[in-house]
C-alpha cells in the first residue's frame, strides 16, 4: 500500500488509521452479516443496530443526558446556518451572533433572512485574529450563536462564551467537537459537520435540547424541522448510513483514547510542539494572538509571501501535505485534528528549523 503522509488538510481531515481499516473490513461485510455496511438497509435490524450504538457511544463520551436528541443530518454545517433560524427565529425576533470568522458570519447572514440579527461581540477590526473578551447582548435573544473554533483564521474560544441568564446558546462546532471535555449542558443546541473531528462528509452531527426543539416552527418542510428527524429516529428518509457508521467508529476510537480529556491533553500537547517552535521561530510567527489559539488549526505566516509559497512547496514534496492557508487569509495552516499524530507536529518543525536555517 501507499505510504500515508502527514495530512495538515483542513477538512476533510486525517482519520485514525485503525478506524479506516475496521471500515474497509465491514466494506464487504458488516460483521458476519454477507452485505457490506454500505449496502444495509436503512430500515434493517443491522444498521438499527448501528445507529442506536452510535448514539449511546455518542451519550457516553460526551455525558449527553435524555434532555437531548442526537440527529445525524445531512447538508453540511451550512444547512445549520438557515435551519437554526429557520426554526428557532421569528421575524420579530432578534438572534445574537459572535462573529469570529467567515463561518460565523456566513451563519449569521442566513439568520437575517428570517428575523434581526444583532451582532454581540465581533473580531472583525483585526482580520479574526482573536476571540472577543467581552459582549453586548441584545435585550432578549432568541438565541447566542457562536462559532467554537474558527477554522481558516485558527482562534478558538477557551470556554463558551458568557451569555445573559436564561438564554439558548447555540454553537456550530465543526472544526473542534470532540477535541477536549465538553459540557453539554451549557448548550440549546450544538453541531458539527462531520469531515474534521468525526468522520467523512455528508453526515453532521446535531446535539438539540429536546425542549428547544419543541419551540420549533411546525409550518416547515418536514426535511427542515427537527423534530421530524428526532421523531423518525433520524431515519425520516434514508440517512447517510456510511457516515453514521464510520462516526460510530471514531467515537470508540476517542473512547479507547482515554475519552474527552484524554484526547484533550493530547491535543494541548500537540498543538503546543508548533506553538512553542513558533513563538521562537525568527521566520515563522503564529497570526492568532496567544490567549486565543486554536488546538485544531495551527495559522501562521513568515510574513513575505514568496518565502511562503516557498515553505508550502517544500513541505509539500518533503511529505506535508495541505500546509496552504485558506485562500481568504494566505499564508500556512497545520489542521491537526485529534487523528493527527504528535509525531507528525514534530516532524514539521524539525522540518520548518531546516528550512529556516537554509532560507534565514
Ligand atoms: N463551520 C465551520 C467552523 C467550518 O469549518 C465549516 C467547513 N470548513 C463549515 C461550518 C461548513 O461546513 P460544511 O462544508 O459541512 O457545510
Same mark, same amino acid.
Given at each position: =500500500?501507499?505510504?500515508? #503522509? ?31 455496511? =454500505?449496502?444495509? $438497509?436503512? &430500515? ?11 448514539? @449511546?457511544?455518542?451519550?457516553?463520551? +460526551? ?10 443530518? !445531512?447538508?453540511?454545517? /451550512? ?19 459572535? *462573529?469570529?470568522? $467567515?463561518?460565523?458570519?456566513?451563519? @449569521? ?10 451582532? +454581540?461581540?465581533?473580531?472583525?477590526? &483585526?482580520?479574526?485574529?482573536? #476571540? ?39 454553537? %456550530?462546532?465543526? /472544526? ?48 427542515? !424541522?427537527?423534530?421530524?428527524? +428526532? %421523531? ?14 464510520? =462516526? ?20 494541548? +500537547?500537540? @498543538? ?10 525568527? =521566520?515563522?510567527? @503564529? ?35 495541505? *500546509?496552504?492557508?485558506? &485562500?481568504?487569509?494566505?499564508?500556512? &495552516? ?8 504528535? /509525531? ?17
Amino acid at each position: =500500500m501507499t505510504k500515508r #503522509i502527514n495530512n495538515f488538510s483542513a477538512g476533510p481531515a486525517i482519520l485514525p488509521v485503525e478506524v479506516l481499516e475496521e471500515a474497509r473490513d465491514n466494506m464487504l461485510s458488516l460483521g458476519d452479516t454477507g452485505i457490506g455496511i =454500505m449496502e444495509h $438497509s436503512h &430500515r434493517g435490524k443491522a444498521f438499527i443496530a448501528v445507529l442506536e450504538q452510535v448514539e @449511546a457511544d455518542c451519550r457516553k463520551l +460526551a455525558n449527553i443526558s435524555d434532555d437531548y436528541s442526537i440527529l445525524f443530518l !445531512q447538508g453540511g454545517a /451550512s444547512s445549520q446556518f438557515f435551519m437554526v433560524p429557520m426554526n428557532f427565529l421569528e421575524p420579530t425576533q432578534t438572534a445574537d451572533y459572535l *462573529l469570529t470568522g $467567515s463561518w460565523a458570519q456566513k451563519a @449569521a447572514e442566513q439568520a437575517t433572512r428570517y428575523g434581526k440579527v444583532h451582532t +454581540a461581540a465581533s473580531s472583525k477590526d &483585526r482580520n479574526f485574529a482573536y #476571540i472577543p473578551k467581552t459582549a453586548t447582548y441584545s435585550e432578549k435573544p432568541a438565541y447566542v450563536h457562536f462559532t467554537s473554533n474558527n477554522t481558516i483564521f485558527g482562534t478558538q474560544w477557551a470556554k463558551e462564551p458568557e451569555t445573559p441568564k436564561g438564554s439558548t446558546l447555540i454553537c %456550530d462546532a465543526s /472544526s473542534d467537537i470532540f477535541c477536549r471535555p465538553l459540557d453539554v449542558s451549557k448548550y440549546g443546541m450544538i453541531y458539527a459537520g462531520a469531515q474534521k473531528n468525526l468522520g467523512p462528509s455528508g453526515v453532521t452531527l446535531v446535539i438539540l435540547r429536546k425542549d428547544l426543539m419543541g419551540r420549533g416552527k411546525t409550518d416547515l418542510p418536514e426535511m427542515l !424541522q427537527y423534530r421530524i428527524h +428526532a %421523531d423518525n429516529e433520524s431515519c425520516y428518509n434514508t440517512p447517510p448510513t456510511f457516515g453514521i457508521y464510520f =462516526m460510530g467508529l471514531v467515537f470508540k476510537w476517542i473512547l479507547k483514547q482515554g475519552g474527552l480529556e484524554a484526547v484533550g491533553a493530547a491535543n494541548t +500537547a500537540k @498543538a503546543n510542539v508548533l506553538y512553542q517552535y513558533l513563538d521562537k521561530s525568527s =521566520m515563522f510567527r @503564529a497570526t492568532a494572538d496567544a490567549d486565543s489559539r486554536s488546538l485544531m488549526n495551527v495559522t501562521f505566516v513568515t510574513g513575505k509571501e514568496d518565502v511562503d509559497n516557498k515553505f508550502i512547496s517544500e513541505a509539500k514534496k518533503a511529505g506535508f501535505d495541505g *500546509l496552504k492557508g485558506h &485562500r481568504s487569509v494566505g499564508g500556512m &495552516r497545520a489542521s491537526i485534528y485529534n487523528a493527527f499524530p504528535k /509525531s507528525g507536529c514534530e516532524e514539521l518543525v524539525a522540518f520548518m528549523g531546516d528550512f529556516e536555517k537554509k532560507n534565514g
